[in-house]
């Protein structure tokens, strides 16, 4: 499986969000990433994710939607919602969430 999200042609929206994880308490942590990964592709207007953490805890994930309605109805599931608050408690000493308008791609090869 490739690490790229296979997204359509432009527009649509990226939700980019970079955390450092808190040292400590790791109970639930991967189980509660896990459910994300599956629960996220049902959602209405989902389109693909890419996530990269280095050795630090420091990570980047970004999920691409549809629009912006579809942004804000994941931003209000239930389970989303519970992880959100798990996140901002226990598993993150920082985080950052921005939402862009992807207008343009360019794709490469290495």
């Known amino acids: 499986m490739s690490p ?14 970079t955390s450092q994880r808190s040292p400590g308490d790791e109970s639930g942590y991967e189980e509660m990433a896990t459910r994300m990964m599956e629960l996220a592709p049902r959602q209405p207007g989902y389109l693909g994710t890419e996530s990269a953490r280095d050795g630090d805890g420091f990570g980047i994930t970004v999920s691409y939607w549809r629009d912006e309605a579809a942004i804000t109805a994941w931003k209000q599931q239930a389970e989303h919602l519970e992880a959100q608050r798990l996140g901002r408690n226990k598993w993150y000493s920082r985080f950052s969430l921005r939402i862009a308008k992807v207008e343009r791609v360019g794709n490469g090869k290495p």
Do not use: D, G, L, Q
């Open 4 to 17: 790229f999200a296979r997204t359509p042609e432009p527009p649509y929206y990226a939700v980019i969000f």
